[in-house]
């Protein structure tokens, strides 16, 4: 628990179910205490901060619950994708979102990549959070896994997606049956991030609300008793 009067930076990642947000975050934080799956089948049911000191500063990264749902189907993702909105504007109301990370997979299709962002970037267009990208599974990757970047980069902006900053990275834990090859790419991962967290979140001052924020509903899709249910099927999964 941070102690009182410690200043705290919140990042919140975020992304498609089976990108490895979860991953990323224990690559973060530096233990397995997130939940994670080898599936595209959502482990993270509801919205979690881990708390890891960086620099000296002091930072919470919020896993959050994955879009698209995995397998839990059509009414799941746009349940997922409701709560990450709702969770968002609780954060710019108040002034005090630091950094948002935007998790993908390398092979993911950029049809996807371009939806998820524009949903994001609408609720938070009129605010200054800064936003980065984090492209995981690259740990089998042919020579230099930024080299991602520079085949991707140039498609990335014409669909206009644009990022602060940006990482190319391994999440895979630790394993006895790892080449050296994999495990100097997960410690050269853990380095990049935690170097992307610290150098593009900003600290604010929590302020009073009136930030303007579009319009969305209260209520999520289908009504509040197939939210519980959705949330009580992730959970016994």
Sequence with gaps: MTPKGVSVRNVIVFGECGVGKSSLV?????????????????????????????????????????????SLGAMRAALAEWSLKRFLRSFLKKDDLSLLVYCVR?????????????????QTCN????????????????GDMDSWWQRNE????KYGMSFIGHA??????????????????????????????????HTSERGEDGLILPADSEKPPGGNWLWQRVRN?????
Aim: aromatic share 4%; charged share 25%.
């Design 154 to 157: 140039g498609d990335l902006s």
């Design 168 to 201: 190319c990275v391994t999440t895979v834990g630790d394993d006895t049956h790892d080449t050296e090859t994999v495990r100097a790419r997960r410690a050269r991962s853990q380095e990049i991030v935690r170097d992307l967290i610290f150098n593009h979140s």
């Design 26 to 70: 224990n690559l973060v934080v530096g233990s397995s205490a997130a939940k994670t799956s080898p599936d595209a089948d959502p482990c993270t049911v509801h919205n979690k901060d881990y708390e890891v000191n960086i620099r000296g500063e002091t930072f919470k990264i919020w896993d959050t619950v994955g879009l698209d749902g995995g």
């Design 233 to 237: 099927v992730g959970r016994h999964r």
């Design 127 to 142: 605010s200054t959070v800064p936003m980065v990208i984090v492209v995981t599974a690259l740990e089998n990757a042919s």
């Design 106 to 122: 390398g092979s993911r299709a950029t049809r996807a990549l371009v939806r998820h962002y524009e949903k994001i970037h609408l």
